[in-house]
């Protein structure tokens, strides 16, 4: 489905991705994880045209600069890490808006295109938004929001920039449940980005890990989140527990050392 080969990507004149060769299957999800920094975004918003690249970027047969943007809309859809908020726009217009690439030009939504959009808003538990504006709303809200515009855009691949950062653990679930279920009806492939590393093994076919803009390891969630990768890359001190989905990364504390022994008494 989505190719790169040599992938690498120089902004202010410094490199931030680096030689990267990545493959996601038609259907597969794939996550990046990573330290801050370390070039996941820049990554997804090459692909999504936004930086220029060096090296191959094929989705299916076509590379990527062959496309339009048009075309490109059609045949992915993103979230990114923090979106434009507009003003005066309704959720429901918002959301919409996901259907551009599929309205012809100078042409208006069919009835059609409303029915995909009111669906998206109910399966993501937004119908009583429809009707307020963007910025009215709570950040996990917005959040909801920007992935059913992407949802509502029926594109076969799903660029997400972290997209739950900002969800209660309840909605958290839900929206990558919703993304999973779509995946398996629909045949829905996803690459996205993660902070969470329990959660990102308990969805990600594979991970990919990411440090100073080049991949370090790939693989199924058990051979990538070790207590020692997790060491080099993150710094991090952590217990891997093995959990139904995937290991489950448990921050850990060093030991705290001995308190102070009390000061002589005093006679
Ligand atoms: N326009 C730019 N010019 C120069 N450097 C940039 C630019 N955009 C990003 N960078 C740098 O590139 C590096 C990678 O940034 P990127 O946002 O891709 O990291 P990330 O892995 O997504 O990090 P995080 O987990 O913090 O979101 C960072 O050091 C960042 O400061």
């Given at each position: 489905?989505?190719r790169?080969r040599?992938f690498?990507?120089?902004?202010?004149?410094?490199?931030i991705v680096?030689?990267?060769d990545?493959g996601?299957a038609?259907?597969e999800?794939?996550?990046?994880i990573?330290?801050?920094g370390?070039?996941k975004s820049t990554?997804?918003?090459?692909v999504?045209?936004e930086?220029a690249?060096?090296?191959?970027a094929?989705l299916?047969?076509?590379?990527?600069t062959?496309?339009?943007?048009?075309?490109?809309a059609r045949?992915m859809?993103?979230?990114?890490?923090y979106?434009?908020?507009?003003a005066?726009m309704?959720v429901l217009?918002?959301?919409?808006?996901?259907?551009?690439?599929?309205?012809?030009?100078?042409?208006r939504?069919?009835?059609a295109?409303?029915a995909?959009?009111?669906?998206v808003?109910t399966?993501?538990?937004?119908?009583?938004?429809a009707g307020r504006?963007?910025?009215?709303?709570?950040?996990?809200?917005?959040?909801?929001?920007f992935l059913?515009r992407?949802?509502?855009?029926?594109?076969?691949?799903?660029?997400?920039?972290?997209?739950?950062s900002?969800l209660?653990?309840?909605?958290?679930?839900?929206?990558l449940e919703l993304?999973d279920?779509?995946?398996?009806?629909?045949?829905l492939t996803v690459?996205a980005?993660?902070?969470?590393?329990s959660?990102?093994?308990?969805?990600?076919?594979r991970l990919v890990?990411?440090d100073?803009?080049r991949?370090v390891?790939?693989?199924?969630?058990?051979?990538?989140?070790?207590?020692?990768?997790?060491?080099k890359?993150?710094?991090?001190r952590?217990?891997?527990i093995?959990g139904?989905?995937?290991?489950l990364?448990v921050p850990t504390r060093a030991?705290t050392?001995p308190?102070?022994?009390?000061?002589?008494?005093?006679?």
């Amino acid at each position: 489905m989505l190719r790169l080969r040599g992938f690498g990507v120089v902004l202010d004149k410094a490199t931030i991705v680096d030689d990267v060769d990545l493959g996601v299957a038609a259907g597969e999800w794939v996550t990046i994880i990573g330290p801050n920094g370390a070039g996941k975004s820049t990554l997804l918003r090459a692909v999504l045209g936004e930086y220029a690249y060096a090296g191959e970027a094929v989705l299916g047969e076509t590379p990527l600069t062959e496309l339009n943007r048009r075309e490109r809309a059609r045949r992915m859809a993103a979230v990114a890490q923090y979106p434009v908020v507009p003003a005066g726009m309704t959720v429901l217009d918002y959301v919409l808006l996901g259907r551009t690439p599929h309205i012809p030009t100078l042409g208006r939504e069919s009835g059609a295109d409303l029915a995909v959009v009111r669906d998206v808003l109910t399966r993501l538990d937004l119908d009583r938004f429809a009707g307020r504006e963007l910025p009215t709303l709570s950040g996990g809200e917005r959040q909801r929001v920007f992935l059913a515009r992407a949802l509502a855009q029926q594109a076969p691949l799903l660029l997400l920039d972290e997209p739950t950062s900002a969800l209660d653990i309840g909605h958290q679930q839900e929206v990558l449940e919703l993304i999973d279920a779509l995946r398996r009806e629909a045949g829905l492939t996803v690459l996205a980005t993660m902070h969470d590393l329990s959660v990102a093994g308990e969805y990600a076919d594979r991970l990919v890990l990411m440090d100073g803009g080049r991949i370090v390891a790939d693989g199924r969630p058990e051979l990538v989140l070790t207590e020692d990768l997790l060491a080099k890359h993150y710094r991090a001190r952590v217990r891997i527990i093995p959990g139904d989905h995937g290991p489950l990364v448990v921050p850990t504390r060093a030991a705290t050392p001995p308190p102070p022994p009390p000061p002589p008494a005093r006679s």
